[in-house]
């Protein structure tokens, strides 16, 4: 799997780790299931509730502040296209938001901010250097793993977003790819 990263402007300012809140409620949701296999019960049972995103998002002014966590609200599409509200962390707010539900849940997060944070140092592969079949390699691949998260849902270790100027960027902590979202990745191609 080829690894790409795009600078905008020659700005070459390090990507720095986000979540979205529907990340971070996959994320809580899988290791609470972690924990009830770890006790021998089913997931989701007494003591090892499924947490929705519409709880979280009613959490998330109470912990962070109303006038704080409207700096990180953002319209995100769902499977269908359709803007919904969430919220869009960096490092310390993710890890925030995980503390007010446990210390434990918390170090989780931090350890996975952590690990997307060093996966976005590691040097990658300059667009420039593409070929024509890289490029629509890539686009295919996307759009694969695209359709495979629309039917099966978004596992969190695969959508965190990542902020540099007014891109988004999409990381897969599997392959380490790093593709932009926002402009149309054939924009990549630019100039082939």
């Known amino acids: 799997m080829l ?3 795009q600078t905008f402007g020659g700005n070459d300012a390090p990507l720095s780790a986000t979540m979205t809140s529907l990340e971070l409620v996959a994320f809580i949701n899988s290791e609470r299931e972690k924990d009830a296999k770890q006790a ?3 997931f989701p049972s007494k003591g090892f509730a499924k947490l929705e995103h519409k709880s979280f998002l009613a959490k998330v002014p109470e912990v962070l502040g109303t006038e704080t966590s409207a700096k990180f609200f953002a319209d995100l599409p769902d499977s269908y296209g359709r803007p919904q509200p969430a919220y869009i962390f960096p490092k310390r707010e993710a890890c925030l938001m995980a503390m007010s539900y446990s210390y434990a849940l918390q170090a989780a997060v931090f350890d996975h901010m952590t690990a ?3 996966k976005l140092a590691q040097p990658v592969q300059s667009t420039a250097a593409l070929s024509r079949m ?3 390699k890539l686009a295919m691949e996307s759009e694969e793993a695209r359709l495979k998260a ?3 849902g978004p596992p969190y270790d695969f959508l ?4 540099h100027g007014t891109e988004r ?7 380490q790819l790093v593709e932009v979202i926002g402009p149309p990745l054939h924009h990549l191609a630019a100039g082939w």
């Open 134 to 136: 890289d490029i629509l």
């Open 160 to 163: 965190c977003l990542c902020r």
């Open 3 to 5: 690894a790409v990263q």
């Open 150 to 152: 629309a039917v099966q």
């Open 40 to 42: 021998g019960v089913a």
């Open 116 to 118: 997307l944070e060093a």
């Open 169 to 175: 960027y999409h990381v897969c902590t599997d392959c």
